[in-house]
């Protein structure tokens, strides 16, 4: 009988774990046989494990701080990870409705009507924070408005940034630009004028808020340049660092020009430069800026250029033009992600690709030694294995340019030659041969309402409007959400004859390309929910009415969806979906597709009345009784605490009741109750008579524990 897995001694099969550097592949080999699981149950190795697959995750940051097992965060990255890959979410859910949100690190900002509402999604909290909008005038700014309004900009490390428009008696109307520390409940960390009527970008981290606007020029006058103010929230009120940024054209941000905070660094990275629209060139670079937020001055940029394409490859979609900026969740490294559209060596075809693009070592993280990065060659050296990449500069005067690992350097005179793309950077919509015939779901760009790509799980993810029947009593068809999701997976090594795929060599050095013997397998693409999903399910998904009141799972109180907007993370998707006639301050419906099966919204004490799959209704109105009105007092706050306090004691754990705090360890995220919670009952909606001694901000009921609607599927 041939040697198996079972047979190698532990020292082994614990060395060939140790190079696996995918949860996927850990979790499938401990589940291969019951020994095996055994071996590598042990809490070192998960340890180590973990570490490996995803040491800038959540979870290893739970795991190190002994707020979660190795093994529940092993899972729980295998499972969102899976989940993403083959399209099962593990729960949709409706948090609430609004005319607008913002979206990111697991919390939730939505506007609905005089009140801002914060929910915690990530962590499944019941209650959120409620802003009233209303006296943010005269409690926050000191000055009374008889009318007010807000509009959001952005939300980062419980930061929320917003305009707030309010008629004063004296001036009239006058704007002012907010941030509050949502973090901690009752604090304003920034109120600012507004300098100018232009578009806003936002960005920030706990000590320094930087607001930027194209508002500069540049040195010939020719083009507009954006300029960075910079505050630093612990030096308050001091006047804030201005700094314009040269050679940075105006173009749509998240398309063609994305800015992001990382390690205290402002970045910025763009698809053109100045110099490329006047200087028309064949090849095409990212244009790469950043600078310290703790020191915003012109000496202090750095600048790069990284080759991004050939002009001769094909004409590009624009419109289908995506940019993303990340940080890998395995690696640490930043990363551009970019969705392009061409039409390929003069084909009558369009095809979508996503291009991941790595910051090199020396531009990404200053700590890091360059001559770590072995990959960085010369193609018009043959000899040229001794080079040293500390040889090349970064520098806001330096015009060199440099590639990431799996590109060759392009030479300052554009010589087209000596790059190349690995597959493990590149990911098509479709295989090379595939015809127009098999196209999966609508493609169409007026029916694609949300583009990403969500590269820890190798999928990208369409939020596509797609045709359905109305009904099961007629042959009517209407328009549906849905999730188009294509992903691929790592190949095996061998090839068909069963040997080891070889390294490609450059034609000039000589070298072994790292990184090309990889080979990748597509998975198809698949649309979810399925076409014979329950007619209540494609009806929440629309932001219908409530599905209960028809009575009939296959019934439809059906509205065709309308404005969409929507933002995804690596764990779930929140989107806001209006009907198909709303004016632009209706309110719509906000609807989670949840794919982390450790965010648990039904396990809490208020608990949405879920449907399965099949449409047969679980009515939890006799378990947990639903309030006539959405009351909250003081006293129900502190029993609910202390019923959260002694399940933590306890230390209870049980295959149906996995609860963690996704806020980071050092310091927390997470909302905090109100240091003044009334002793009187408030209701959320209140026509025109306040509570007295209201104050600004509140902690009330979700708003999702109201609306009670929403699927598990796990």
Not at 315 to 336: A, Y
Not at 427 to 441: I, L
Not at 494 to 507: A, F
Not at 610 to 618: A, K, N
Request: charged share 25%.
């Amino acid at each position: 009988m041939p040697p198996s897995l079972i047979d190698l001694p532990p020292e082994t099969l614990l060395a060939i774990a140790g190079y696996l550097d995918s949860a996927i592949d850990y979790i499938h080999l401990s589940r291969s046989h019951r020994s095996i699981a055994h071996r590598l149950h042990d809490r070192t190795v998960l340890a180590k494990t973990i570490q490996r697959v995803a040491k800038y995750s959540k979870e290893c940051a739970l795991v190190a701080s002994n707020r979660m097992s190795p093994i529940d965060a092993l899972l729980c990255v295998y499972g969102r990870r899976q989940a993403w890959s083959e399209a099962r979410p593990a729960s949709t859910l409706v948090l609430g409705d609004g005319q607008s949100f913002l979206y990111q690190q697991g919390l939730l900002a939505y506007l609905r009507d005089d009140l801002l509402r914060i929910l915690d999604v990530h962590n499944a909290r019941r209650t959120e924070g409620v802003i009233y909008i209303s006296l943010i005038g005269s409690r926050l700014l000191g000055v009374d408005c008889k009318d007010s309004e807000v509009e959001l900009l952005h939300l980062q490390d419980g930061m929320l940034t917003f305009i707030y428009r309010g008629e004063t008696p004296t001036f009239g109307w006058a704007s002012w630009i907010l941030v509050i520390d949502i973090a901690q409940s009752e604090r304003l960390s920034l109120a600012v004028d507004p300098w100018t009527s232009e578009d806003l970008v936002v960005r920030n981290n706990r000590q320094y808020v930087c607001i930027i606007a194209p508002t500069g020029s540049s040195a010939n006058g020719r083009h507009r340049e954006w300029v960075c103010r910079v505050w630093n929230i612990d030096s308050l009120p001091a006047r804030p660092a201005t700094l314009q940024i040269p050679e940075l054209t105006i173009n749509e941000v998240g398309q063609a020009l994305v800015f992001e905070v990382y390690d205290g660094f402002l970045y910025a990275i763009s698809t053109q430069s100045s110099r490329q629209m006047e200087e028309p060139e064949w090849v095409s670079h990212y244009t790469c800026f950043r600078f310290p937020l703790s020191s915003p001055d012109r000496s202090t940029i750095e600048s790069i250029r990284i080759w991004r394409r050939h002009h001769r490859e094909g004409p590009i979609n624009d419109l289908w033009t995506d940019l993303q900026l990340f940080r890998d969740e395995s690696t640490g490294e930043l990363t551009i992600i970019e969705a392009r559209k061409e039409w390929t060596e003069g084909s009558s075809t369009q095809r979508r690709t996503w291009y991941r693009q790595r910051l090199p070592a020396v531009f990404s993280d200053p700590s890091d030694t360059v001559d770590m990065d072995q990959n960085m060659i010369d193609s018009n050296d043959q000899d040229n294995s001794a080079l040293a990449v500390s040889q090349l500069e970064v520098s806001s005067s330096s015009s060199n340019m440099t590639d990431s690992p799996y590109l060759l350097t392009v030479p300052p005179d554009h010589n087209e030659t000596g790059h190349y793309r690995l597959s493990s950077n590149t990911h098509a919509e479709y295989s090379p041969n595939f015809c127009s015939t098999s196209v999966v779901g609508n493609s169409n760009l007026a029916r694609n309402k949300y583009r990403t790509y969500i590269s820890s799980a190798a999928a990208f993810i369409d939020l596509i409007v797609d045709d359905r029947q109305a009904s099961s009593h007629t042959t009517a068809w209407a328009q549906h959400l849905r999730l188009r999701i294509g992903s691929r997976k790592e190949a095996s090594p061998l090839d068909e004859h069963g040997i080891l795929h070889r390294h490609s060599v450059d034609p000039h050095s000589r070298q072994a390309i790292e990184g090309s013997e990889l080979r990748y397998e597509d998975k198809g693409i698949r649309l979810w929910p399925p076409a014979d999903a329950p007619i209540v399910l494609q009806d929440l998904l629309n932001g219908s009415t409530s599905f209960r009141a028809s009575g009939d799972a296959n019934e439809s109180k059906f509205r065709s969806p309308g404005d969409i907007t929507a933002v995804a993370d690596e764990r779930s998707m929140v989107y806001l979906v209006k009907g198909k006639d709303a004016a632009e301050n209706d309110k719509g419906k906000l609807i989670l597709i949840n794919f982390d099966q450790y965010i648990q919204f039904w396990h809490n004490t208020w608990v949405p009345d879920f449907i399965d799959p099949y449409g047969h209704e679980q009515d939890l109105t006799d378990v947990v009784p639903k309030p006539k009105a959405q009351v909250l007092t003081k006293r129900i706050h502190d029993s609910m605490e202390m019923d959260i306090d002694k399940s933590e004691a306890s230390g209870t754990d049980s295959d149906h009741d996995h609860s963690y705090d996704w806020g980071e360890c050092e310091e927390e995220t997470t909302l905090q109750p109100a240091d003044e919670v009334n002793d009187l009952f408030w209701c959320e909606e209140f026509d025109d008579d306040e509570p007295v001694n209201l104050h600004w901000y509140q902690e009330q009921m979700a708003l999702w524990t109201d609306f009670r609607e929403g699927f598990c599927f796990t």
